[in-house]
């Protein structure tokens, strides 16, 4: 993102009185657990590039993206919007995939939402989020020695133990309900943080006499 966004953010707000409703054109049947199914209607990157890219370049804007890894080794996808006058906007969201069909689906869906954060294209939910949550859930679990390791990184900085899945989700953007389903990854991630926070201040009657 640049220091000045004057010019990006005319662009942007012509952009965004003409932006129109993005047509629904696919349709996705999902099976609940009684045995039933639902369906429902959304557009996908297809649909929404097709409405989004003409208007971006009649007002001197573009999108791109592409993967990255993180310097703890997480992967994510940075997103940025750009203009002509050169200013920028920029965003990012985790990427998670095991198999080419998971991460080519993470990729398609965080590409989609990077593309309606930055230019306020409102976009609807689709069976590629369901795919990227599955992914998510289906990396590597946390090993014991990283286990051990996160929790007493969680002790020593005085978290107690009703915070401590909260704080898991905050640093990983996860939707985690219990500690034990932290993938390996991103518990390597929360111990980095972890690793940063100072200490807690020992108790009364915890240290030498």
């Known amino acids: 993102m640049t220091n000045t966004t004057g010019e990006i953010a005319k662009a942007l707000a012509a952009l965004q009185a003409e932006m129109p409703v993005v047509p629904k054109g696919q349709k996705a049947t999902v099976p609940t657990k009684s045995g039933g199914n639902y369906t429902y209607t959304y557009a996908n990157l297809a649909d929404v590039t097709e409405v989004a890219y003409p208007l971006l370049s009649k007002h001197g804007l573009s999108f791109t993206c592409a993967p990255q890894v993180s310097e703890n080794g997480a992967a994510f996808i940075g997103g940025m919007l750009l203009h002509v006058s050169g200013e920028s906007l920029s965003a990012s969201l985790p990427l998670f995939g095991r198999t080419a ?82 993938t390996e990854q991103d518990a390597q991630r929360v111990i980095e943080v972890l690793k940063q926070r100072p200490d807690a201040e020992p108790q009364a009657g915890d240290g030498a006499r």
């Open 101 to 182: 069909q998971e991460i080519g689906s993470a990729l398609t869906y965080a590409r989609r939402y990077l593309l309606g954060c930055l230019t306020g294209l409102v976009t609807d939910d689709d069976d590629d989020g369901s795919l990227a949550e599955k992914a998510r859930r289906t990396e590597v679990p946390m090993s014991d020695k990283t286990r051990r390791q996160m929790f007493a990184l969680f002790a020593r900085k005085g978290i107690a133990e009703d915070a401590q899945l909260e704080g898991i989700n905050r640093i990983t953007q996860g939707g985690y309900e219990s500690r034990g389903e932290v």
